[in-house]
């Protein structure tokens, strides 16, 4: 493999990655957005989507290992997406809900709170080991400029950017959207517009947590395995970049998604797979120290 | 004004984003004067103590702080080295540290006018650290007394009534032994009983050599206790003068009073 | 002034200090001296969380570089464990206000995420600078402490005299420092920044001299560690350790130093005797903490301010 081989391989499994974790940095972004709070338990409800599509493929599975049909996946997704909204809004009804007006410490605790409870509910139900997720039955790859391109690739970008530019839709488009900017914006005088504010923010937790588990599907069937402790990290890089983006903008939390993921692939291929989630943590505190608004966040003056 | 100013504003410009909150704003505040800074709402008051405090920093401008011989630059201070030079402050929206008791809130004034550190904290046989807690203790009792609020010592900040809150956030301030004192909106949600008190203990510091910078709404409070007047328009001055010649002034009544009558 | 809250301390460690005398097997000392090692950790963390208002999520950092350092000293330079003891304190100490300097300015709840994500820097790091730290195996055969003859061993019994100790010491530190100049000044600083700033404080050092005191308390709590176990591993200063600290000094009541040791004792000792259920023991903590917040959120010993202030109005 030549070095310019190598550049773009890395370029692109950096960027398929990258768009896993712009899904999940869209949640972290748009709860942040409209109720300054830290969803410390997002990294989970996106490592649970992807217990939920094993689950769903172990139904149709002739056999352990066998591979899955398109069609078999498409259906993991939507219930992945289903069962990890489902989750969200029930977190946020039962832990967060009452903590509103409570200091925002408060409820950066409880969601670490809900983070464990959730990671150790899914150890004792599914085990502590890896557990094997079955790949895309005939699902080819082809070599083009000397990179290996799959189509699980492929599918990854399809599903992202359809999901990204659906969202932009609704939020930039839609009444409901328009509510969720006002609530973002100000919650009191979105209420006195007439905005039930609680079922805006119901629905923020039912899209972001949707789309976490979405990317926990994806992040399953490309890696081929998933574990019980996947959450904790993939939800820090997710986390990343949305601070990386600016948190609360919804672009920015695509773009930082992607550059994130681009970074961790040149990294691991350049200097050694350890060094990788050392990246992602670097990047988080370069970017607080420099530019704490992200690079398409606009400056969040100091709300008192 | 033939007196040695203490505080000295040239051509301050504070702007957020597109908005001119202060548009190259001077005036001087001599030295053992009360000067207030009036002006309707949204006029630019708070944004101007909030660049003196350095809490904000202002995008063009000079404020020099100190007599003649020794003044110093404010623009680029942090507001705890502002504070270190002599000027102590009050909010608009009172902020008190409500969970600790009067005395406590109190006592941080002192801050400024002790040293212990850590070490002091550790080893508890320095003389240093014994003497400071004393006096700084003795400091805030007397404050306490002046402003009628020592049987309120062990209550939390929280649980006092409005004016009871303002009374101990300027004890707080004046624990800091200032040389000027920069108070917003002090006589706002105050009794007429409380105001007129208000308005004898702003003399009285005067009396005392302290130099006060006030903004205030209420003319009633204004313009009996103050030396000289600043009024404040859409961020810019357009008048200052004694209270009577302020009072007289067309643009003001205009701008100010006009509003006020209707 | 506050009421002296201390009178409760000679009592309390007169009778800590005289348990290894009753008749307790070697296992049940061990778990004591655990919990009298978490009690400090969590006296430690309590001025940063606690006094100091800044929630930090990667104090294991700061117990594992403690560990390391006493490692590092004991093994290549051969220093004894009671020099290893005050070097590693600073060493950690230093290294918190290091790593703080940069961040420092960075508020609430990105605080939070940030001294994680330094955490598991330091974490990794250890991990992969295989030469000085024995990578992922750690390091192994760090000397036991001695008083003259007296060789410390792997009895559990000196050690727990020793961390009682140095709890005894640290707790008496901690309750004078609260109620000190800087005691108060970092209880307005958690309140509210600004007017403390306007107040004359440089918040910015007074929120380094409590990640200071913070990192030397664990570091303190490190060196124990490793002297006691003789070897030390990356893995036991995961995520879920500063978790843990955090988790006892909540239960305790932030800012209290009473609450951290109680709650420290709570949460090290009930997984012993729930041991069947071991497994449970972080889904526990979890809810735990999820309950806390919303039944009791000033914990068992906070701040009874807050119920002062329901009875005022």
């Known amino acids: 493999m030549t070095g310019e081989q190598l550049f773009l391989q890395q370029l692109l499994n950096g960027l398929t990655i990258g768009a896993v974790y712009a899904l999940i940095a869209l949640g972290y972004t748009m709860v942040y957005g409209i109720i300054q709070l830290v969803n410390f338990a997002h990294g989970e409800i996106f490592m649970i989507g992807a217990y939920f599509g094993l689950s769903l493929f172990a139904c ?65 139900i599914y085990g502590a080991q890896d557990r094997y997720v079955p790949s895309l039955a005939a699902a080819g790859s082809m070599d083009w400029m000397g990179v290996h391109w799959t189509a699980m690739q492929g599918l990854i970008f399809a599903v992202s950017l359809f999901l990204m530019i659906g969202l932009q839709w609704v939020v930039y488009r839609t009444p409901l959207g328009r509510s969720m900017r006002a609530v973002a914006q100000d919650p009191l005088a979105a209420q006195l517009m007439g905005i039930s504010v609680d079922r805006v923010i119901a629905i923020t937790f039912l899209i972001g947590s949707g789309l976490a588990g979405v990317g926990g599907v994806l992040f399953g069937v490309y890696y081929s395995t998933i574990n019980f402790h996947d959450g904790y990290l993939t939800g820090l890089k997710a986390f990343t970049a949305a601070v990386l983006g600016g948190i609360g903008n919804i672009p920015g939390a695509m773009v930082g998604g992607l550059l994130l993921g681009l970074l961790e692939g040149l990294g691991a291929g350049y200097l050694s797979s350890q060094w990788k989630n050392v990246i992602a943590f670097g990047v988080l505190v370069l970017v607080l120290l420099i530019r704490p608004r992200g690079l398409l966040g606009e400056r969040v003056g100091d709300r008192a | 004004m033939p007196d040695e100013s203490l505080l000295d504003l040239k051509a301050v410009t504070k702007r957020f984003g597109g908005v001119t909150a202060l548009s190259s704003v001077s005036f001087e505040v001599s030295k053992g ?52 030079m002599g000027i102590a402050r009050t909010f608009q929206n009172i902020r008190l540290f409500g969970q600790q008791t009067v005395l406590e809130n109190i006592l941080t004034g002192t801050y400024v006018r002790t040293e212990a550190g850590l070490l002091d904290a550790v080893w508890p046989w320095t003389r240093r650290a014994h003497q400071e807690s004393h006096w700084a203790m003795d400091k805030a009792m007397r404050l306490m007394e002046r402003l009628e609020i020592d049987a309120l010592a062990d209550r939390p900040a929280k649980a006092l009534s409005y ?16 040389e000027m004192l920069l108070l917003d909106e002090p006589a706002a949600g105050l009794t007429v009983h409380e105001r007129q008190a208000l308005m004898d203990f702003l003399r009285a510091l005067r009396q005392e050599g302290l130099t006060i910078l006030l903004i205030e709404h209420d003319m009633k409070v204004v313009m009996p206790v103050s030396d000289w007047v600043v009024v404040l328009d859409h961020g810019a001055k357009i008048a200052e003068g004694t209270p009577d010649a302020v009072q007289r002034h067309p643009q003001v009544i205009e701008a100010y009073l006009g509003v006020a009558a209707l | 002034m506050k009421k002296q809250r201390r009178d409760w301390m000679p009592w309390t460690f007169l009778i800590l200090a005289v348990l290894p005398f009753f008749p307790f097997n070697s296992y049940q000392i061990d778990v ?70 940069p961040v420092i300015r960075v508020r609430g709840d990105y605080l939070a995420i940030v001294t994680l994500g330094f955490g598991e820097i330091v974490r990794i790091v250890v991990t992969n600078l295989e030469p000085w730290t024995g990578g992922p195996n750690g390091l192994m055969g760090i000397g036991h402490p001695m008083i003259g ?81 003789g070897t030390v591993t990356p893995d036991s200063f995961d995520f879920i350790v500063s978790v843990m600290i955090l988790s006892m000094v909540i239960l305790g ?61």
């Open chain 1, 60 to 124: 149709f599975a002739a056999q352990a290992g066998a591979a899955i049909s398109i069609g078999v996946l498409a259906l993991g997704l939507i219930v992945a997406a289903a069962g990890s909204a489902l989750l969200g809004f029930c977190i946020d009804r039962s832990a967060y809900r009452p903590l509103r007006k409570a200091p925002k410490l408060s409820a950066l605790i409880t969601a670490i709170g809900v983070s464990f409870v959730l990671q150790n509910t899914v150890m004792l």
């Open chain 2, 33 to 84: 004067k009360i000067v207030s800074v009036i002006g309707p709402n949204g006029a630019g008051k708070t944004t101007l103590f909030n660049c003196i405090s350095g809490v904000l920093r202002p995008e063009e401008g000079q404020i020099g702080f100190g007599l003649k011989k020794t003044r110093d630059s404010l623009v680029g201070c942090a507001p705890h080295e502002i504070a270190r």
């Open chain 2, 163 to 178: 004016g009871q809150q303002r009374r101990v956030e300027l004890a707080r301030a004046l624990a800091s032994d200032p």
């Open chain 3, 32 to 101: 004591m001296a655990n919990a009298a090692l978490y009690a400090l950790l969590a006296l430690g963390l309590n001025v940063i969380v606690g006094f100091a208002g800044l929630l930090h999520l990667g104090y294991a950092a700061f117990f594992a570089i403690g560990a390391y350092a006493c490692a590092f000293l004991n093994l290549n330079l051969g220093y004894p464990f009671w020099i290893c003891l005050p070097v590693s304190a600073a060493v950690a100490g230093a290294a918190a206000v290091l790593l703080g300097l």
């Open chain 3, 149 to 229: 003859r007296f060789n410390f061993g792997v009895d559990s019994r000196p050690y727990y005299w020793l961390l009682t100790a140095l709890l005894a010491l640290t707790a008496w530190i901690c309750s004078r420092l609260r109620r000190s100049r800087i005691g108060l000044a970092w209880a307005a600083m958690k309140e509210d920044e600004l007017a403390a700033g306007c107040l004359g404080m440089d918040t910015t050092r007074l929120k380094l001299m409590a990640l200071g005191v913070g990192g030397a308390v664990a570091g303190m709590a490190g060196s124990v560690f490793a002297a006691k176990q």
């Open chain 3, 253 to 313: 009541g932030l800012g209290s130093v009473r609450g951290a040791i109680v709650g420290a004792v709570i949460l090290s000792i009930t997984p012993e005797l729930l041991r069947e259920f071991a497994v449970y023991r972080m889904l526990i903590f979890g809810l735990l903490m999820i309950v806390l917040m919303r039944v009791r959120p000033q914990g068992l010993f906070g701040a009874s301010s807050l119920k002062r202030v329901l009875h005022a109005r």
